[in-house]
């Protein structure tokens, strides 16, 4: 049974909030704050797996400040006046703290490992088109507490790798060998304020995004530029330790995140 804390000064959310059917779910009733401060001395005080909060204007400052900085692994789900719309969120909550603490006798991974597993099969995903329903995917990245702007725009590689279908027949599980390859090796993830997110999506095809942080202000020249020269040297140390070729077949700009859902308007 996981324990959630609900940190509002809206009274509408917090009679909500205990109605929900919060056994069947698999949560205990949640601790409930009414302000930043009583929210904060709970959660250096009591065991908490994950909060949601709603404050009117900047009353919420000083616990979204004290998550980012001294709680960056908690999971964090959306507060919502729509009690339907909360249960879906409290659902998804539950499924994701499921697998984070599920018990893989050959996985010996703690929270933050399995948190970095969950975020590269949800990037994998994403850029490979397959997410459907964007928010849903969106709430998941907040839960992981996946630190990338899902608003602003992202540069985006295709990269073609003629030696591909030789290297696949040459390893065992070659695509998903290759991805965490590339992903934990070389591109990195969180590099000079920008993540780069890794999909090997064919033999030859693959896609890397570089997408800014969310929060952070920066320049989008100077963005691209850093993520080009990263791009270079990335791929010129694939040559070097992997003996691979690695080709930019095309790249460029997109609007953001949104725009690798297959619903997103042409």
Request: hydrophobic residues 40%; charged residues 30%.
């Amino acid at each position: 049974m996981y324990k959630l804390l609900l940190a509002t000064d809206q009274k509408d959310i917090r009679d909500a909030f205990e109605s929900y059917p919060w056994r069947e779910m698999g949560f205990h009733l949640p601790l409930i704050a009414s302000t930043s401060e009583e929210a904060i001395d709970l959660l250096n005080s009591r065991a908490i797996d994950a909060v949601g909060y709603h404050f009117e204007k900047k009353n919420g400052v000083a616990l979204s400040h004290f998550l980012h900085y001294d709680r960056p692994s908690m999971a964090i789900f959306a507060v919502t006046h729509d009690k339907n719309k909360q249960l879906v969120v409290l659902r998804e909550l539950a499924e994701m703290m499921r697998r984070l603490h599920s018990d893989y006798a050959d996985e010996p991974y703690d929270d933050e490992a399995m948190r970095t597993f969950m975020r590269d099969e949800l990037t994998h995903s994403l850029l490979a088109g397959h997410i459907e329903d964007f928010a849903m995917a969106e709430r998941q990245f907040k839960l992981l507490r996946s630190h990338i702007s899902f608003t602003r725009p992202c540069m985006v590689y295709e990269l073609d790798m003629p030696q591909g279908e030789v290297y696949m027949t040459m390893h065992h599980n070659g695509l998903e060998r290759l991805e965490r390859a590339l992903r934990n090796n070389f591109f990195g993830r969180y590099i000079d304020r920008i993540y780069f997110a890794v999909a090997v999506l064919t033999p030859r095809h693959i896609r890397v995004a570089a997408i800014p942080k969310g929060g952070e202000s920066q320049d989008m020249e100077d963005f691209i530029s850093r993520a080009n020269l990263h791009m270079v040297d990335s791929i010129e140390r694939i040559k070097e330790y992997l003996d691979l070729d690695i080709n930019v077949d095309k790249c460029g700009m997109i609007q953001s995140l949104k725009a690798f859902s297959p619903n997103y308007p042409e």
